[in-house]
């Protein structure tokens, strides 16, 4: 499944570049026919940097942010973004101490802040970093838990978002369904690969794909 890679770079900044192997994989909610490895814009701190200062332009502006929910290892991105709003001559942050945190899971797979930063959550102008929208229940999950302890939820951007989500929110995302070629996402139930008795290459996870044969 590996021998035809190909990668799609952003027009505006070769640079930013995800690669997708095209296969047969599963996410926990859904099946895909591509991969895609975003996994250098994550951990390539240069690369990381100027992911940070394309997701900081709708921003810098007009959005005030005190704090950054990073979900999907989006945490070095959040970084840089946070230093480039608090930094940037021209942001409606600048001066403002911007922190960076993630939800954990709990036991029952909720999302939960630990007590220590809720004081970073509530009240508090929030920015929501994901890798990957591809069903959008990953999202709701986000925003449900910057409600529940009391976030005024003010953008989510995303590396990927897949065009067919639906959000409440304005989605500032680096890459679309529409920038990868023959991309399809399917329901479990009615995928077209399973139907045709193709078997499964790997599991995706926030951490890249796993695989099983
Ligand atoms: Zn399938």
Redesign the pocket.
Known sequence: METNVFSVSLAKNPAITINITPG?F?TNNA?TNNYLDVSNLKSNTAIAMDVAQEFAIPYVSNTFVDTIVCMEKMEVIGAYLAQSLSQDGNSVSTGNKIYVVSPISNAYGNLIFPTSVVEWIAGKSVLLLMASISSGRTLSGGIECINYYGGKLVGVSALYLASNVRSDMTIYPLFTSEDIPGYKL?STNE?E??KNG?K?DAIISSEGYTKLQ
Request: overall charge neutral.
């Open positions: 047969h599963t099946h399917y995928c690969l399973c193709v499964l």
